[in-house]
C-alpha cells in the first residue's frame, strides 16, 4: 500500500521459510542457506514477501540477499536477543518502518531448550494482529510459531486476530488429521496418510519423511552415493505418522478497506534437495502462497476454482468457547506453582551458597601449613569461588528473572480472565434472546 493507501499490486506472493542455520550445530548450514537463495531467486512466480526464521548469522542472510536482490531489492536482519534473534524479512517493496517486539513469557533462561510458551505467545501475536486489521491495514503473519493447528494457540490467533490461516483456507479437512495421535489413530482403523499426501494435502512441513534430516544415520549416508533419490520415492508412498505442519501463514483485513483479498493459492515448498549435498534445504519445508486483490466492483465476480474470499473482519468480538479459556487459566496456575517453586528452590541455593562461601574462607585457617603444601587451601578456594558464582546466577534468576515472569504471568492470566469473562455474558446474551 502506498502513502496515498493504495495497493501497490494485485497479487501479493508470500514465502515462509525455516532455515535450521543455527551456527556450529547446522550441518552444511552455510551450504544450504546459500542454496535457499538461489531457490528463492529462481521460483516462478517471483515471491514479493519472504520471511525466513533461524537464519542466525549476517554471512547466511548476506549469501541469501546476493542471490534474490534483483526480485527481492529490500531486507531487514533482526539483531535482537543475546545471541540474535534468527529472524529477516526479503521484499520487493521498501520496508517503511520495522520495530521488534518482545514476548513477555519467555520461560526460564536456563530451561531455553524447552521454548518459549507457545499459548502465550499467540495470544500476544493475536492482539498485534487484530490492533492492524482494526486500523485497515492488510495483515499477514508468517513463521514458523511451533504449534499444531486447532490446538490452543491456533484457536486463539484465528479467533482473536481475525485473521486465517490461508492453509486451512484452501484445505479446511487439513485440520483433522493429528501427527501426534497417530498411533491411536490406526489403532482406530483410520489409515495413516502418506509422505506425499502429507505434504500436498495437510500442509506437512516439519518432520516429513521426505525431509533427509528426519532419516537416520545410515541412510542419510547414502545421499552421497546415489541412494538418496530412490530412498525419496520410496518414502513419498509410505505412511507418514510423523509429519506437522508447524510454519503458518496467516492473513486478515480490516473492514474499513474496499477491496477483498482472496487466497488464490497455498503450497508447500522448499521439498527440493541442495544439488550436490543430496540433503533437503533445511529440516523445515517452506509454505507459500498468493493472495489476489479484487475491488469492490469485481466482488460480485464468481471466484476462480480453489480460490477463498478472506471476509473482512467484522467489528464485533469473536470468542472461543468458555472451557478453552478455563483451560487456558488451568495452565497459567500449574505454570505458577512451577515458577513459584523454582524461585524458592533458587533463592535458597544463593542463601546455601553464601554460607557455604564463609565457611571455606574460614577453613582456610585451618589449611594445612605451607611446608605440607596448600592445596587443600587451594580447593576450599576454588570450591567457594565457583559455588558463589554459580549461587549468585540463581539468585539473578530467582530474584529478578523469575519476579518479572511472574508479574507477566499476572497480566497475562487477568486478560485471559477478562476476555474469558465478556465471552459468559456474550453466551448469556445471545442465549437470552433465542
Not at 241 to 259: E, H, N
Not at 267 to 289: I, Q, W, Y
Request: charged share 20%; with cysteine.
Amino acid at each position: 500500500m502506498n502513502s496515498q493507501g493504495e495497493f501497490v499490486s494485485s497479487k501479493i506472493e508470500i514465502v515462509t521459510h525455516n532455515c535450521w542455520g543455527l551456527k556450529y550445530i547446522s550441518k552444511h548450514r552455510h551450504a544450504r542457506l546459500s542454496e535457499i537463495g538461489a531457490q528463492l531467486a529462481s521460483r516462478g512466480p517471483p515471491p514479493h514477501i519472504v520471511g525466513l526464521q533461524e537464519c542466525w548469522t549476517q554471512a547466511d542472510y548476506q549469501a541469501i540477499r546476493r542471490h534474490t536482490s534483483e526480485i527481492l531489492p529490500h531486507g531487514k536482519f533482526y539483531y535482537g536477543g543475546i545471541f540474535g534473534a534468527g529472524l529477516a524479512i526479503l521484499s520487493k517493496w521498501p520496508i517503511i518502518e520495522s520495530s521488534m517486539v518482545e514476548y513477555p513469557l519467555n520461560g526460564r533462561p536456563t530451561a531455553f531448550f524447552r521454548g518459549d510458551w507457545f499459548v502465550a505467545q499467540a495470544w500476544e501475536i493475536s492482539k498485534l494482529m487484530r490492533g492492524a486489521i482494526e486500523r485497515g491495514h492488510l495483515t499477514i503473519a508468517l513463521g514458523d510459531f511451533n504449534m499444531m493447528p486447532l490446538s490452543l494457540a491456533h484457536q486463539l490467533v484465528t479467533t482473536h486476530s481475525r485473521a486465517q490461516d490461508v492453509w486451512m483456507t484452501l484445505h479446511p479437512d487439513s485440520a483433522s488429521y493429528v501427527p501426534a495421535g497417530s498411533a491411536a489413530a490406526g489403532k482406530a482403523g483410520v489409515e495413516l496418510p502418506s509422505a506425499w499426501h502429507n505434504v500436498t494435502s495437510n500442509g506437512t512441513t516439519c518432520d516429513s519423511a521426505l525431509n533427509t534430516w528426519r532419516w537416520d544415520k545410515a541412510k542419510r549416508k547414502k545421499l552421497g552415493r546415489g541412494g538418496g533419490e530412490d530412498r525419496a520415492m520410496t518414502e513419498a508412498g509410505s505412511p507418514d505418522p510423523r509429519g506437522k505442519r508447524l510454519d503458518y501463514i496467516f492473513v486478515g483485513q480490516g473492514p474499513l478497506t474496499a477491496a477483498r483479498w482472496t487466497v488464490a493459492n497455498a503450497n508447500v515448498g522448499m521439498t527440493m534437495r541442495h544439488p550436490t549435498l543430496k540433503c533437503s534445504l533445511s529440516d523445515h519445508f517452506s509454505v507459500e502462497a498468493t493472495l489476489c486483490l479484487s475491488t469492490a466492483s469485481e466482488s460480485s465476480t464468481p471466484a476462480q476454482p480453489m480460490s477463498s474470499s478472506l471476509p473482512k473482519s467484522s467489528i464485533n468480538e469473536h470468542f472461543l468457547p468458555i472451557e478453552n479459556y478455563t483451560a487456558i487459566l488451568a495452565m497459567i496456575s500449574k505454570y505458577r506453582k512451577r515458577e513459584e517453586k523454582q524461585r524458592r528452590w533458587r533463592l535458597g541455593h544463593f542463601a546455601c551458597q553464601i554460607v557455604l562461601t564463609i565457611a571455606c574462607h574460614v577453613a582456610v585457617w585451618w589449611a594445612s601449613p605451607p611446608s605440607r603444601g596448600n592445596y587443600i587451601a587451594f580447593i576450599l578456594m576454588l570450591v567457594a569461588t565457583f559455588g558463589f558464582a554459580v549461587g549468585v546466577l540463581d539468585g539473578l534468576i530467582g530474584g529478578l528473572f523469575m519476579t518479572s515472569e511472574l508479574r507477566a504471568l499476572n497480566e497475562f492470566e487477568w486478560e485471559i480472565v477478562n476476555v474469558r469473562n465478556r465471552a459468559v455474558e456474550a453466551a448469556a446474551a445471545a442465549s437470552s434472546r433465542e
